[in-house]
């Protein structure tokens, strides 16, 4: 028997996708359905072997690379199958969440039809047909993100407009890009295709001056989703990006490339940090958060030939797990305060203790406080830097002090007394079943930060993928 | 007819011009149409035929959903507007015009010189007047309608450097999903303004 590894990580999805729209109104069981194939589907590319057979009892089933599509081809290889299998993981676990109180049903299935969109895009051969399935990603991510009633449409057009424009930028900077090996160094056409595919990866990314969606979104949409769409797509982007820097030899070698992508890296971390710490809704600045993050992603990609690659890949297993916790906490404090803005929630801390830990630990690990996740990776990072220039390195550091004070500020407010609560100090309105996964998350998040290598060693093998960059 | 692609071009100034004035949806979606239609002759010219029909076909069928979707809005009955804002709207599009008629032969001999230069001036006057609509309003199936042109703009120019399959495929995709996508928009924020309005009435 022979199938393919699209078939399995394409398509398949996309037939338990359509199974889960029509079982929508069944939400238990569609939910085990769709997370049962999410963790299948990332057991399997865990633990594919090498030669890709697959052995059975006596049934024997041979897994080729690549599928024939319409006169091209979608390859799969085996170097890129742990990225798969993280990709699918991370889907799984915001499954498990996608029980909690209003997230649209149509979530299930519809963050599948992205996995596999996305899956697709980093095997679509020529490789710049990916824009085209990282386009199909956005539009199919529209409906859960624009529910009705949420008022966040203007933001959704916004995230919809700037992200169709990046895609005829990256399909002409390929294009151009095909002509340029040819060219001589000095040849304006290399920077002009540069400069096309940059903006591109701006659009997509929501670099300055086109993150305006970012917080408008997060602001409006569920934390759920919003974790997951802000984790899963510019992640799946940075990776397609790597193909860039493995396929043209002058994108790798430029020293003032890498220049401009770290000062834009810093700048997107000083932007995003500050605008963290002044805000009032902790949706919104979880978005501007995720503008941080994006900087820090750019700033390994800009430390490249330091190893800053590696640190990028080490970086998106963490940033996982603090997005899913800061999500599922937002989203159980949303639930139950209604409003989440920062002079609402005083007092929770009291009342919801567990919660509310996971929320404020949930920022810190994304913030790089030592002991959690995101620490030995983002003082590699800040290390790094500053031995590039210390400017670089202070001004990282500036920013990244953004998130920590806005969870200052937080977990001030969280822990203000109220009247009620003079004579007894701490309440515990939690059930078990609301705060188990974040004792689960916080244990991750610690075992994480103390042993990096170990959880995040199965990531930097992607890399094996891009031989040049190895 | 070898003028036929000039009158296309002709056409496609005037589509884009008139979808960059006008905010009514009947307006708006006779427009589209014939901007397919022109868009779809310059394709013409790169490929053949019964290729360049997919893209007409496409085009249409999402004029077609937008439309009908409008048709069945309350929200979208048309309003009148002061003739200065069309004025300074249509003064905004002969400057977008003017920009590309510049810029285009130099792009033309630096980057495409093996495109034909009206398919590069017909692509960018589609992409630069929907990025001009784009920045100008927020209502739903304009922001679509701007959306669509742009991708009409992207597609004439790429016609001429690529002929794919997958990439034909994908992009009708892409054009359906923005279309249903607008739809959607359109249709969620009528259901949120319904209980606004009436709760202003009361």
């Known amino acids: 028997m022979t199938l393919s590894t699209p078939i399995i990580w394409v398509v398949f999805p996309l037939l338990v996708a359509a199974i889960c729209a029509a079982l929508s109104t069944r939400r238990i069981l569609s939910l085990i359905i769709a997370s049962t194939a999410a963790f299948g589907l990332a057991l399997l590319a865990a633990f594919m072997p090498e030669n890709l057979t697959l052995s059975l009892g006596p049934l024997t089933i041979l897994v080729e690379e690549s599928l024939a599509f319409l006169g091209r081809q979608i390859t799969l290889t085996y170097a890129i199958l742990p990225f798969i299998a993280f990709t699918y993981g991370t889907t799984g ?3 498990l969440s996608s029980n909690l109180p209003g997230v649209p049903v149509a979530f299930r299935s519809i963050s599948l039809v992205i996995t596999a969109s996305l899956t697709a895009a980093l095997g679509v051969e020529p490789f710049l047909y990916a824009a085209l399935l990282i386009q199909t990603a956005v539009l199919v991510s529209v409906p859960v993100l624009a529910s009705p009633g949420a008022g966040s449409e203007r933001g959704v057009l916004r995230y919809l407009g700037l992200m169709t424009i990046a895609m005829p930028f990256i399909l002409i900077a390929g294009w151009l890009l095909t002509g340029v090996v040819i060219l001589p160094p000095e040849s304006p056409l290399i920077g002009q295709s540069a400069i096309v595919l940059g903006l591109g990866f701006a659009l997509w990314l929501a670099v300055f ?44 070698t430029s020293e003032t490339i890498f220049s401009i992508i770290r000062t834009i890296g810093v700048m997107m971390i000083v932007f995003g940090g500050v605008w963290t710490s002044v805000q009032d809704h902790l949706k919104r600045a979880f978005g501007f958060s995720v503008l941080v993050e994006t900087g820090f992603s750019l700033l390994a990609i800009g430390l490249a030939t330091s190893g800053g690659l590696k640190w990028l890949l080490m970086l998106f297993p963490v940033r996982a797990l603090g997005y899913w916790l800061w999500g599922y906490t937002l989203a159980r404090l949303e639930h139950r305060c209604g409003s989440l803005e920062m002079g609402e929630i005083q007092g929770f801390g009291r009342r919801l203790p567990i919660l509310s830990a996971g929320l404020f630990l949930a920022q810190m690990s994304v913030a790089g406080l030592p ?32 998130l920590f004070l806005f969870s200052i500020r937080l977990l001030m407010n969280l822990l203000q ?14 059930k078990v079943s609301q705060f188990l996964p974040v004792i689960l998350m916080l244990v991750a998040l610690v075992a994480f930060g103390l042993f990096p290598g170990f959880f995040t060693s199965g990531m930097t093998s992607i890399l094996t993928a891009f031989p040049q960059l190895q | 007819m070898p003028n036929l692609p000039v009158i296309a071009f002709v056409v496609i100034v005037m589509a884009a011009m008139i979808n960059l004035v006008f905010r009514d949806w009947r307006i708006n979606a006779a427009a589209l149409s014939a901007q397919y239609l ?32 409008c048709l069945r809005q309350k929200s979208h009955v048309s309003s009148t507007e002061v003739a200065s804002n069309l004025f300074f709207r249509g003064l905004a599009g002969l400057l977008i015009v003017l920009l590309i008629f510049i810029v285009a032969p130099t792009l033309h001999e630096a980057v495409f010189p093996a495109v034909d230069l009206m398919i590069i001036q017909g692509g960018l006057i589609l992409m630069g007047m929907s990025l001009m609509q784009l920045g100008m309003n927020s209502e739903p199936y304009l922001v679509i309608i701007s959306l669509l042109s742009f991708l009409t703009g992207f597609e004439v120019i790429h016609a001429a450097l690529e002929l794919s399959t997958l990439l034909t495929g994908l992009l009708v995709i892409v054009n359906l999903g923005l279309a249903l996508v607008g739809v959607y928009l359109m249709v969620n924020g009528d259901e949120v303004n319904e209980p606004t309005e009436r709760g202003e009435s009361l």
């Open chain 1, 417 to 430: 007394p109220i009247d009620i609560e003079d004579t007894q100090f701490w309440f515990l309105e939690e």
């Open chain 2, 38 to 69: 022109a868009a779809f002759v310059l394709v013409m010219l790169s490929w053949p035929i019964e290729v360049a029909i997919v893209k007409l076909i496409t085009g249409w069928m999402a004029t077609a959903v937008i439309a009908f979707t």
């Open chain 1, 209 to 252: 001056p086109f993150h305006s969606w970012v917080p408008m979104v997060s602001q409006r949409g569920h934390p759920t989703v919003i974790s997951y769409l802000l984790f899963i797509i510019p992640t799946t982007i940075l990776v397609f990006g790597l193909n860039f820097l493995n396929r043209h030899a002058f994108l790798r």
């Open chain 1, 371 to 402: 002991l959690l996740a995101s620490f030995p990776i983002k003082i590699a990072l800040l290390s790094q830097a500053v031995v590039e220039g210390t400017t670089i390195g202070v001004l990282s550091f500036v920013g990244t002090l953004g």
């Open chain 1, 93 to 95: 676990l915001w499954l």
